[in-house]
């Protein structure tokens, strides 16, 4: 199934990520923009990490810095930064937060098939290769939840959803 907004879901996961962070107004402002994204998506991707309340993030080299200013900007994000490819052992209540390349979607692959974790994944409609790389993660059956909010990716194993869920919202 696919749904295209809130009301249709049929997930209480989905429609409270739908209430409490892309129809929130809660600004997330940065102090130097050392990232990629508008206003408009850093507000996003803030709203949804304090949402998600990851105890560590797991970030590849390129979107740490983005984290570690978006924390200092906003006192109200906790969380641990460490390095994504390192192989040390993956807390569960972490996030991977990365962009959608070949090597960062085999490495996610690897570490959800050994315990349930849960990452966001950058601009994959940027390229038709970052998409297509995206499609990939999404449909892989280890997969249960799959959320494409344009701005960003999320894609979860955790056991607490029962089926594999797709969802498009914009």
């Excluded at 939840?145 to 919202?169: A, P, T």
Aim: hydrophobic share 40%; net charge positive.
């Amino acid at each position: 199934m696919k749904a295209k907004g809130r009301h249709g879901t049929h997930s209480p996961f989905v429609y409270a990520f739908v209430e409490k962070v892309l129809r929130d107004k809660t600004k997330f402002v940065l102090q130097n923009n050392v990232a990629p994204f508008s206003k408009k998506e850093t507000a996003i991707l803030g709203r949804a990490l304090q949402y998600l309340k990851p105890v560590v993030v797991y970030a590849d080299d390129a979107m740490a810095p983005f984290l570690k200013q978006l924390q200092l900007s906003n006192t109200t994000l906790h969380f641990e930064i460490q390095p994504m490819l390192d192989e040390s052992n993956y807390i569960k209540d972490g996030l991977f937060f990365c962009l959608p390349t070949e090597k960062n979607v085999a490495f996610l692959k690897k570490q959800f098939s050994k315990q349930s974790q849960a990452a966001i994944v950058l601009h994959q409609h940027k390229t038709k290769e970052a998409f297509e790389i995206w499609e990939s993660l999404g449909e892989d059956l280890q997969m249960k939840m799959v959320m494409d909010v344009w701005h960003f990716g999320f894609v979860s194993n955790h056991s607490d959803f029962k089926m594999k869920q797709f969802f498009r919202l914009r």
